[in-house]
């Protein structure tokens, strides 16, 4: 299994109805990668694409890549047996399963329930397999904390564009880029930021969905970067261009990641015995306090979990 907190910077969208693009996605550089049953696979293929899903799964080849499954709406006729095909058939070979269109929190539990049923069924420890849930309408927005609180096995909140733009009327058709005639600041923020504290008060990631203008890859890093920038973790990508941009998008800057740890380090000298016992210290031009501790706690990790080298490590000044 792979670790459940590990990076999920870039999450490859995989149609679960052709064989073809899920055996291109096992060498493609995403942290994860989900297997869709939904809204990019046709009502008529469905049967077939979970069949498709789980012979996948089973095969493996994925690496330490996270591995999930998105399986239909929980007011569809085919979300039931998604999980139990899915689930029965490969929960062995899969760490989340992502539910979409989530209005509120007894859907979450639903899935909780039914995927417990099935781990001690298969003999699996309960807990295992997690849930991401997507926020995809005014109901789940309103609903986010509730949601976000629902399951102990949920690790990310999911922003679904597409299907948030229809729901609440916003008259455009480009997934991500700002309605045309909304001229007074970015039009996601309130739903990002809403996601966003939702999943942090719950321990959770905060992921953005897709950004369906493949072929503009500057455009790409314009709305993957806003995301970035607020906190979210990371973003889907479409298609294997989109992948690279994304995870350096969501990866810190070599020099804010070297910054980092040099605050941390110079931090836990200047509050020790040896560095004085000093709550606050200048590190160069700059204050550091226990907040600045924090705050580089976190492009540090990002750092790390993208592995990028420390080459000017700090040390304490000589006497
Ligand atoms: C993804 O599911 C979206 O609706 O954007
Ligand atoms: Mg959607």
């Avoid at 989530?102 to 639903?110: A, D, F, K, N």
């Avoid at 001690?120 to 949601?147: F, H, N, P, Y």
């Avoid at 959770?204 to 979210?232: F, M, T």
Wanted: proline fraction near 6%; include cysteine; glycine fraction near 10%.
């Amino acid at each position: 299994m792979a670790d459940p907190q590990r990076s999920r910077r870039s999450c490859l969208a995989v149609p679960g109805s052709s064989p073809k693009m899920i055996d291109k996605a096992r060498g493609l550089g995403s942290d994860q990668f989900f297997l869709d049953l939904e809204d990019a696979v046709a009502p008529l293929a469905k049967a077939q694409a979970r069949e498709n899903v789980v012979a996948a799964l089973n095969e493996g080849g994925w690496g330490d890549r996270i591995r999930t499954v998105r399986i239909n709406d929980p007011e569809s006729q085919w979300a039931y047996r998604d999980v139990v095909d899915v689930v029965e058939g490969a929960g062995r070979s899969l760490d989340t399963v992502m539910l979409p269109k989530v209005t509120g929190p007894e859907q979450v539990s639903w899935l909780d329930l039914t995927i417990t049923q099935i781990e001690r069924a298969l003999g699996l420890a309960v807990g295992t397999i997690g849930i991401e849930a997507q926020i995809e309408d005014a109901k789940g927005l309103t609903s986010v904390d509730s949601i976000a609180a629902a399951s102990g096995r949920l690790r990310a909140l999911v922003f679904g564009p597409a299907d948030f733009m229809a729901s609440i009327n916003m008259p455009s058709l480009v997934v991500g880029e700002q309605p045309p005639g909304y001229d007074v600041g970015d039009a996601y923020h309130h739903v990002l930021m809403r996601l966003l504290t939702a999943a942090r008060a719950n321990g959770l990631q905060a992921i953005d969905g897709p950004y369906l203008q493949i072929k503009d890859l500057e455009g790409l890093r314009r709305v993957a970067g806003r995301s970035a920038a607020l906190g979210l973790d990371g973003k889907w990508v479409l298609h294997p261009g989109q992948v690279e941009p994304v995870n350096e998008v969501f990866s810190p800057r070599q020099r804010d990641y070297e910054r980092a740890e040099n605050i941390l380090d110079a931090y836990a000298w200047y509050t020790s015995e040896a560095g004085g016992r000093r709550g606050a210290a200048m590190l160069g031009d700059e204050m550091i306090d226990e907040a600045s501790r924090k705050m580089a706690l976190v492009v540090a990790a990002k750092g790390r979990a993208a592995g990028l080298p420390r080459e000017d490590p700090w040390q304490p000044p000589e006497n």
